[in-house]
């Protein structure tokens, strides 16, 4: 009975290790590109590492953990290879046609804005850094949106039609929200805060205005933000 099948099965057997084999033998490779973008801050190949990284998401999480690396490692060399592959088109897009989502818990404690329509009406009462985040980005022309939630973002764009887009966040909110980004051909850059929580995180405001200064005119840059040119 078995005789006839033996060759199927033997076949079988073998292409199920090839293919094991070089998943792994990817995995491997996406590992010592990772670690080598991480150590040196340069990305090899970033198309093929994002791609791969997303598509062996499983895996590599598992290879981060066993080298040592926790999952947000893995979170934010996701969030680096995105920002890295949207540099080029975020440049060319012009000022008006970017907003900014900043999440509210960077608001103080005490803020005294309330929530409207489009989100918090920031007063820019210097309780906290949003209020300055605001200006800054809106004298270079940029729509600012300080925002509870992703429902407000599709809100947003659906009533903007944004071609790109700087998402502020914690590091789970800005890789889904970068993922959501490229499903709707919004060109998206992340900016994980440097302190996550509920209220009064913080945000890296000199990587958030780096990036909103790519592409525009250093004579159409206000004095206080020159320093933030590259
Ligand atoms: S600067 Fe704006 S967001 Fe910050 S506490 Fe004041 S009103 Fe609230």
């Given at each position: 009975m078995v005789g006839p099948y033996l060759p199927v099965v033997t076949l079988i057997g073998e292409l199920t290790i090839l293919i094991i084999s070089s998943i792994i033998f990817c995995g491997f490779i996406l590992l010592i590109l990772t670690f080598y973008s991480m150590k040196s801050g340069n990305i090899l190949f970033p198309r093929f590492m994002r791609a791969g990284l997303l598509f062996l998401e499983g895996l590599m999480r598992a290879l981060f953990r066993l080298f040592g690396f926790e999952d947000s490692d893995f979170l934010k060399i996701i969030v680096t290879l995105q920002n890295s592959l949207n540099w080029k088109a975020f440049l060319a897009i012009?000022?008006?046609d970017r907003v900014v989502f900043i999440p509210h818990?960077?608001?103080?404690?005490?803020?005294p804005a309330h929530l409207h329509d489009e989100g918090l009406k920031c007063?820019?009462?210097?309780?906290?850094r949003v209020g300055e985040g605001k200006r800054f980005l809106e004298a270079l022309g940029y729509r600012v949106f300080i925002i509870p939630g992703s429902s407000f973002i599709k809100r947003m764009i659906k009533r903007y039609?944004?071609?790109?887009i700087i998402g502020i966040g914690c590091l789970m909110e800005v890789k889904e929200g970068l993922e959501m980004a490229n499903q709707v051909d919004i060109i998206a850059m992340g900016v994980v805060n440097l302190s996550d929580g509920c209220v009064e995180t913080t945000a890296d405001w000199d990587q958030v205005y780096k990036i909103a200064l790519l592409g525009i005119p250093a004579k159409n840059v206000p004095d206080e933000m020159k320093k933030y040119l590259d």
């Open positions: 012009p000022v008006h818990c960077l608001r103080s404690n005490s803020c007063r820019e009462c210097g309780l906290c039609h944004p071609k790109a």
